[in-house]
């Protein structure tokens, strides 16, 4: 089992920059690739961003290429998000998951094992 805790979400304007944590617990953090999804208001759960297993490889939605990075910190066991030029769309609760690391960076929510709860976003215009 891998529980998953999220932090750092709130309410920033437009242009602002917000960094997520996900802190893992339980078996081996540095097994899993790990993955951020988000889910707007009547939205259904989208893919943003995952990490490799080993942080070296990345891969994002197109809607946020180029603001948001991820990056994990194995003396830590957390992996975070850094969203900058954020925008009123990226409003949402934001998701970690753990998948399996054979699977690289995938984007399919099916392919994670474990979610965490979830931490809001609100970006205001």
């Known amino acids: 089992q891998v529980q998953l805790v999220e932090s750092g979400g709130g309410l920033v304007q437009a242009g602002d920059s917000l960094r997520l944590s996900c802190t893992a617990s339980?078996?081996?953090?540095?097994?899993?690739?790990m993955g951020w999804f988000r889910q707007a208001p009547g939205k259904e759960r989208e893919f943003v961003g995952a990490i490799s297993w080993t942080g070296g490889n990345a891969n994002y939605a197109d809607s946020v290429k180029g603001r948001f990075t991820a990056s994990r910190d194995f003396s830590k066991n957390t992996v975070y998000l850094q969203m900058n030029s954020l925008k009123p769309e990226d409003t949402a609760v934001y998701y970690c998951?753990?998948?399996?690391?054979?699977?690289?960076?995938?984007?399919?929510?099916?392919?994670?094992?474990?979610w965490g709860q979830g931490t809001q976003v609100t970006v205001s215009s």
């Open positions: 339980g078996r081996a953090f540095s097994s899993y690739a």
């Open positions: 998951a753990a998948a399996r690391r054979d699977f690289g960076t995938p984007m399919s929510s099916g392919l994670y094992d474990y």
